[in-house]
C-alpha cells in the first residue's frame, strides 16, 4: 500500500473522536492514592500455594528442560 500524499489525507474533527480528549471517570481512584486498594497479591487464600519462575538472564529453553525433567526450576 503506497503512502498517500498529504493534500489527499482527510483527518476527523475533533467532536467526532469517541475516546481522545474526553473526561474519563476512574472509579476506584480514591482507593488506589489512600492505599486502600486490594491487588491480587494481596488476597490471603488458606493453603494457596504460589509458583514462581526466574527468567535467566542467558541461554535458550533451559528452564523448561529442567522443569520437565525435575519438577522444579532454579
Known sequence: MPIPEENEITLKDSKDFK???KETVIYDLEDIVTGKAVYGLDVQIPDLKV???KKKSRGWGRNKIVQQ???HCY
Open 19 to 21: 475516546f481522545i480528549s
Open 69 to 71: 525433567r525435575y519438577g
Open 51 to 53: 509458583a514462581v519462575i
